[in-house]
Antibody, heavy 120, light 105 residues
Framework: QVQLVQSGAEVKKPGASVKVSCEAS????????ISWVRQATGQGLEWMGW????????GYAQKFQGRVTMTRNTSISTAYMELYSLTSDDTAVYYC?????????????WGQGTTVTVSS | EIVLTQSPGTLSLSPGERATLSCRAS???????LAWYQHKPGQAPRLLIY???SRATGIPDRFSGSGSGTDFTLTISRLEPEDFAVYYC??????FGGGTKVEIK
């Protein structure tokens, strides 16, 4: 079946970076974009950015520009999101989701979420 | 940058009642690419509606979306117990609206 499986929970210290992976299966990886969305405790969903899984082209939300990198390894159908210079405000559940190019059809398959905790 | 504003923030209703959720955009949404998502605690969000009015695969027909330009609506015709959740609108590559929590009255 079509699914996205994310890496496990992370605990990081302030100032560190975190890299979350998202492995796709059940569909042609390069045919869909991968977006990243996060939710801090008690907050709403926050869109971080997207990546064209074929070309590797990316687009980041202004809030995260300069602090996030989205990449992929097409040989293993895996996308990555790396966030730098972590603060306690980055403590959240991070999700990857796939979307057809252009996004008209929405983000239809989601990973299970990865909890990232930033604490000294 | 398009900003989406959802209202109300919270909707208190009983099972069987109709829910009407609003999403207003700061500028016209291009190509009708407005989606609605349902989110429950401890779960990944679920796509309900894409293209403003098309139901995603497997979504019951009690969920419907409408609207164009800057004003969009998600309607749940008769609330089932499993529908109590937080609902978000989003235009792809822009941020989500602030969400509407549908809670049991």
């Amino acid at each position: 079946q079509v699914q996205l499986v994310q890496s496990g929970a992370e605990v990081k210290k302030p100032g560190a970076s975190v890299k979350v992976s998202c492995e796709a299966s059940g569909y042609t990886f390069i045919s869909y974009d991968i977006s990243w969305v996060r939710q801090a405790t008690g907050q709403g969903l926050e869109w971080m950015g997207w990546m064209n899984s074929n070309s590797g082209n990316t687009g980041y939300a202004q809030k995260f520009q300069g602090r996030v990198t989205m990449t992929r390894n097409t040989s293993i159908s895996t996308a990555y999101m790396e966030l730098y210079s972590l603060t306690s405000d980055d403590t959240a559940v991070y999700y990857c989701a796939r979307a057809q190019k252009g996004g008209y059809y929405g983000m239809d398959v989601w990973g299970q979420g990865t909890t990232v905790t930033v604490s000294s | 940058e398009i900003v989406l504003t959802q209202s109300p923030g919270t909707l208190s209703l009983s099972p069987g009642e109709r829910a009407t959720l609003s999403c207003r955009a700061s500028q016209s949404v291009t190509g009708g690419s407005l989606a609605w998502y349902q989110h429950k605690p401890g779960q990944a969000p679920r796509l309900l509606i894409y293209g403003a009015s098309s139901r995603a695969t497997g979504i019951p027909d009690r969920f419907s979306g409408s609207g164009s330009g800057t004003d969009f609506t998600l309607t749940i015709s008769r609330l089932e117990p499993e529908d109590f959740a937080v609902y978000y609108c989003q235009q792809y590559t822009y941020n989500f609206g602030g969400g509407t929590k549908v809670e049991i009255k």
